[in-house]
């Protein structure tokens, strides 16, 4: 290699990556100085897979007329979306003809019952298969 000026101070390359020489850097673009400094710490490199699941409150209304499922999302954990559960039937308790279960609710006047269930949002209960059908035989 060729030395830029005779004043320059020639570089002790420890291999042709490295060069350890600080006047060689000053003449050179800040860009390619930084190439040549020593790295402070290794690089080590993470990869994080992040997996969001989002729960659904599902609430099932079934009257002797209708039966309907409706979606409440956005709960971030089971555990949120249980305690919106407990709170609903918290509310129901002030109404002389609901009668309280685990997860549902039945109003005695109308005959109408509203079961809450939390699922992932990947989980839909409406697109649950039925059971088949049995075939008569043939004669």
């Given at each position: ?10 570089p ?12 060689i ?18 690089m ?19 009257s ?15 555990e949120q ?5 407990k ?5 129901w ?18 005959n ?28």
């Amino acid at each position: 290699w060729v030395p830029l000026k005779p004043s320059t101070p020639q570089p002790t390359c420890v291999s042709r990556e490295r060069c350890t020489n600080r006047s060689i850097r000053g003449i050179l673009s800040s860009r390619y100085a930084a190439d040549l400094e020593e790295p402070k710490q290794p690089m080590t490199k993470f990869c994080y897979l992040a997996v969001m699941i989002a729960w659904v409150l599902w609430i099932r209304t079934q009257s002797p007329k209708a039966d309907s499922w409706n979606a409440l999302p956005g709960f971030q954990s089971r555990e949120q979306c249980a305690a919106n559960i407990k709170e609903k039937l918290a509310v129901w308790r002030a109404f002389k003809d609901a009668v309280i279960g685990e997860n549902t609710v039945t109003f005695t006047e109308n005959n109408t019952t509203m079961t809450y269930i939390c699922l992932t949002d990947a989980d839909d209960p409406r697109r649950k298969s039925k059971p088949p059908a049995l075939k008569e035989p043939v004669s």
